[in-house]
């Protein structure tokens, strides 16, 4: 249920995105999420991709700091409280998120959140425990 996510370190200058996802392309490697947090002088981007060992180690040999990190996507019903459901079974679990970014699964009429919680093992055994479906990183690769 674990999912590689791979975190890249970008100065906050025209072109730096630009080249990570040429790299990736080059490679063949795709973003299957994503998500840009920024400050005036760097950003972080956040990628879920079909091919994170390969895509850390192009990025690592083309000079750009990055790292690997394990999160976890839960299907979450599209609708007004979806995210609430989730986000309250983690809160009375005492689970801090310390980030999460969302896309939607329009076939299926669903959201996929993915969260970045700080003991993942006991973020999985508690959103099972409680029915919500975490989606295996296959199943993410290949929406």
Do not use: H
Not at 7 to 26: D, Q
Not at 32 to 55: M, Y
Not at 67 to 94: C, F, H, M, W, Y
Request: glycine content about 4%; hydrophobic content about 45%.
């Amino acid at each position: 249920m674990k999912i590689s996510q791979v975190s890249i370190f970008l100065e906050n200058k025209s072109g730096r995105l630009s080249e990570v996802t040429r790299l990736l392309a080059e490679q063949k490697i795709n973003i299957r999420a994503l998500t840009l947090a920024d400050t005036s002088d760097f950003g972080i981007l956040r990628l879920i991709v079909n091919n994170p060992q390969k895509a850390l180690s192009v990025l690592r040999g083309n000079g750009f700091t990055v790292a690997q990190t394990e999160v976890i996507a839960a299907e979450v019903k599209d609708k007004p409280g979806g995210l609430a459901e989730i986000v309250d079974i983690l809160s009375k679990a005492k689970l801090n998120i310390e980030y999460m970014y969302a896309f939607v699964e329009k076939q299926k009429e669903k959201a996929i959140i993915v969260f970045k919680i700080e003991n993942v093992d006991k973020a999985i055994e508690v959103l099972t425990k409680n029915k919500v479906r975490l989606l295996p990183a296959k199943d993410v690769i290949n929406l």
